[in-house]
């Protein structure tokens, strides 16, 4: 007999689900591999120092999206943070995103903002005309010195892979400011959770109906025990990788304390190869509002996921594009399950638009319910 609701994966993706189904009368049966919830936003107090950690690295909540904005809010307060990163090259520091500090100091002048810009394209490359790699869009829009100062080696610390073998969309999260305006975000609302990321999620699994299964992997062949299946999982472990591993990239945290204030600001990049890590992440700048002696930081090392390894970031290089389609094909093909998130869609996505899709999927679940259609793929 066929029951409910299973979710696997108890991150944004599975909680925005579960809570928007269980309000709608389901029973929910959630299944979380990690002993706890949240995904890789899962946050904790450190024992020793009291300080809210990111624990799977840093998380700054920043959206244009409304629904997705006021949808959070519910859960719990949200403090204004503003994100702002040092980058650390060739032995000077930087203000990131690219704006006029950075240019003015990189270049030791007092350029205004139109003739900054001017600047900037006198460096660029015209010779390219439609940039599709990381490289060209460099080069076309900041020219080479900036780029090999700021991106070049961090891009290769962080991907292990040329900045010519990525494509350009990786580079245009970052925009270019021909302004003092260092804030590494443009959105509207930016916040960091007053009691971390886990509180928030903890409370949209809080509603009668829903049961959190945690330490407890899925079997996909149980899906037929369920009406329906919401899977925020690797997509090609649902499928047994039978089309081969899907590509990520892994993130290694050297973990160390100290006492006052390590850095002076909660993320520094270190975009040169004098260090072999990508960045420095000071956890206590994330929570301004609160007071703490000691300090714990996150020297953090990108790799290539292996089997054991917690996927991150999704490397999603045009070369193995076949192999994905192959996965999205048979994943249309199957019946009642719903691929979601950024593991289940294997995309890279920041938190606000997870949760945007996640309540578009309940949206189109309770929709299709209601008129005895077929959820669509
Ligand atoms: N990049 C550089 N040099 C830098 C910063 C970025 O080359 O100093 C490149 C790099 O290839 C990176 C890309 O630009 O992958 C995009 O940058 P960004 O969006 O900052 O990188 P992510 O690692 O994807 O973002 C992380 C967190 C995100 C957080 C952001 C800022 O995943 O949640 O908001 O860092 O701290």
């Not at 719990?76 to 950075?102: D, W």
């Not at 649902?238 to 993130?251: A, I, K, Q, S």
């Not at 996150?298 to 192999?323: M, N, T």
Request: glycine share 6%; proline share 5%; aromatic share 14%.
């Amino acid at each position: 007999m066929k029951k409910s609701i299973a979710i696997v994966g108890a991150g944004f993706s599975g909680a925005v689900i579960a809570n928007q189904l269980a309000h709608a009368g389901y029973a929910v049966d959630v299944f979380e591999t990690r002993p706890h919830v949240g995904g890789n936003c899962h946050s904790r107090r450190d024992d020793e120092t009291g300080v809210m950690l990111h624990v799977y690295g840093p998380h700054i909540f920043h959206t244009d999206n409304e629904r997705a904005w006021e949808f959070v809010n519910r859960f719990g307060e949200f403090k204004p943070y503003v994100n702002r990163v040092k980058a650390i090259t060739n032995g000077r520091v930087y203000t990131l995103p690219i704006n006029l500090l950075t240019i003015n100091q990189f270049f030791g002048k007092t350029l205004r903002p139109a003739q900054a810009a001017e600047f900037l394209t006198s460096l660029g490359d015209k010779t390219i005309t439609t940039p599709t790699t990381f490289e060209d869009q460099a080069l076309r829009f900041v020219g080479r010195d900036l780029y090999e100062a700021f991106f070049k080696t961090y891009t290769i610390k962080q991907w292990g892979l040329s900045p010519s073998e990525l494509p350009a969309s990786i580079l245009k999260r970052l925009p270019v400011r021909f302004n003092y305006d260092d804030n590494y975000f443009s959105h509207k609302y930016q916040g960091m959770p007053a009691d971390g990321y886990t509180a928030l999620v903890e409370r949209m699994f809080d509603v009668p109906g829903i049961a959190v299964h945690l330490s407890t992997p899925f079997d996909p062949a149980s899906k037929t025990d369920y009406q329906h299946v919401f899977y925020a999982g690797p997509i090609d472990a649902w499928f047994g990788h039978e089309e081969g591993r899907l590509p990520y990239r892994t993130l290694d945290f050297e973990v160390f304390r100290d006492t006052g204030d390590y850095q002076g600001n909660a993320v520094v990049n270190y975009c040169d190869d004098a260090e072999p890590y990508t960045r420095i992440t000071e956890h206590k700048h994330f929570s301004p509002w609160e007071q703490h002696e000691d300090t714990i930081l996150y020297k953090e090392y990108s790799r290539q996921c292996e089997d054991q390894d917690i996927p991150y970031y999704p490397i999603r290089l045009a070369r193995d594009k076949q192999q994905l389609e192959r996965y999205v094909n048979i994943a249309r093909q199957e019946a009642n399950v719903t691929f979601v998130g950024r593991l289940g869609t294997y995309r890279y996505l920041d938190m606000d638009v997870t949760i945007n899709e996640a309540l578009i999927t309940a949206d189109k679940f309770l929709a299709s319910a209601r008129d005895n259609t077929a959820m669509p793929a």
